[in-house]
């Protein structure tokens, strides 16, 4: 099985548990909809591919931590795209949940996403329970408060937003979460996975930017050019688009860099240079060929 | 220590841990509101009192399920009284916290309390890791899909809302947790508990009926008559005032039935009593005792 089949196969699970008979039926077509609506799944292939240069040896819980980080993901987009927020009509080329659901229901998506992650660990954790406290705690560092995705959410809300605490918040604290939910998941310690999640964390983030400033909507499946609207801090702001390139392309070698030696760690490079690639817009791509 | 001294303790340290250095300081000031801003904790001291009636031999498990459950009540209460829900100024006679921090940071302090809970019980969880997973089962179980409390709320988004399914996943499920936490906690089978906390929560939801029905605001502390506005279904509605009475005092004598023999039994029956007997809106009683 490969590792996107392992991962959408925990997502189904989970997604069915939530959809189980007696569920309000519309909530549990949001949660779906949120889902399964074409996401590059690159957090919790992330997640996977440290599990496996870690050995790997309880494949369901690596499955569930990574399963996990995607629900958790998920919640935070649909949140996000709310009216009170981005108020983002598309989200990967199709309605975003509140578009397509209303808002009650993709409030409440968005909670039982978050529920349905915690969910996930329990039952895997009943094969591993010595790793799950460790788990369950970096999934909750990176995701909630004080330095999770919640609190980037909430950094633009306040009167002074710090660029560097922001994103790291925002985008980074999940891919640090997803390398060390795999090493805690095949029974490793996680610390010498930390700075390989926080430099593609920041080169994703980069990359986001570059993509909203540049990219035309239809390439990006959301509504663009929403971080200038919004006046939200961004590298592209801050180091022009060559200056923001520059920075994404130092940030995707010295992740490689980061990588610690283990058996799976030639696989594991390539894996991270292959993600890279796709991390450029297309638009950036044509114009730096041409 | 009396229980109610546990509980605030062990959400004092949630509250805290999520307001460290780093935290964007207005999201920490709207999750200590929506935490600290008068519960009558009704849940975590049930989910205490069946640990104690257990002989709660981990003290510090059951103080996190009792904060848990009470994280995962104020992210309901929270997120209920947004706008597009029940769009509730006040709560607790104070500004709900959409009214007091804005729509952004309600939706973001409900999804950090969430979060919060199942951190306390990762944190408390390294203690007794085996009882880990089934007490994280029991919470999501409780407050998640297929029938949690997030499922119940959802249930008034539905073009038909089954009254018996919507009540015990709105309010119902919660109180179930609580009981069931509480016994699994301290080491014990929660399968026992499961009616206590069914009946207590079919109770609590028909007074919350009979109380939004024939309250005024200053006595709810939260704007009342609203079932009826929104055309949910309610107790009252269904039976009249005193078919619902009768129905609330039938349920809290099954509810005292259903504590299983124990050690700790007699105490907990008179906790139930006690809690009971203040289940009865004031303008009930008044009008009763003329």
């Not at 309000?24 to 590059?40: D, E, K, M, N, T």
Request: with cysteine.
């Amino acid at each position: 099985m490969t590792s996107s089949e392992r991962i959408e196969g925990a997502l189904e699970a989970a997604v069915a548990r939530s959809g189980a008979a007696g569920a309000p039926p519309r909530l549990a077509a949001a949660i779906r909809h949120s889902v399964f609506s074409g996401g590059a799944r690159v957090r919790p292939l992330l997640c996977l591919a440290v599990a496996d240069a870690c050995g790997d040896d309880t494949p369901e819980l690596a499955e569930a931590a990574a399963a996990a980080i995607e629900l958790l993901h998920c919640a935070s987009l649909v949140h996000d795209d709310l009216p009170c927020f981005d108020n983002a009509a598309t989200r990967r080329g199709k309605p975003s949940t509140h578009a397509a659901f209303g808002q009650p229901l993709a409030v409440l998506a968005g909670d039982a996403l978050i529920v349905m992650a915690f969910e996930t660990l329990a039952i895997a954790g009943a094969a591993a329970p010595l790793r799950l406290p460790t788990l369950m705690a970096t999934m909750t560092w990176g995701v909630g408060m004080p330095s999770g995705i919640v609190a980037g959410q909430a950094w633009e809300s306040e009167p002074f937003t710090p660029l560097e605490p922001y994103h790291r918040a925002k985008t980074g604290a999940l891919f640090v979460a997803a390398t060390m939910a795999g090493a805690v998941a095949a029974g490793e310690d996680p610390e010498p996975w930390v700075a390989l999640g926080e430099r593609l964390g920041a080169a994703y983030q980069v990359a986001d930017d570059l993509l909203d400033a540049l990219s035309n909507p239809e390439e990006c499946g959301k509504p663009t050019g929403s971080d200038s609207f919004l006046r939200r801090p961004s590298a592209v702001a801050e180091l022009g688009v060559k200056g923001a390139v520059a920075r994404l392309e130092s940030l995707v070698a010295s992740a490689i860099e980061a990588v610690p030696e283990c058996d799976g760690a030639e696989a594991l490079r390539n894996l991270v240079w292959m993600q890279a690639k796709r991390l450029t817009p297309k638009q950036l791509a044509r114009t730096a060929a041409a």
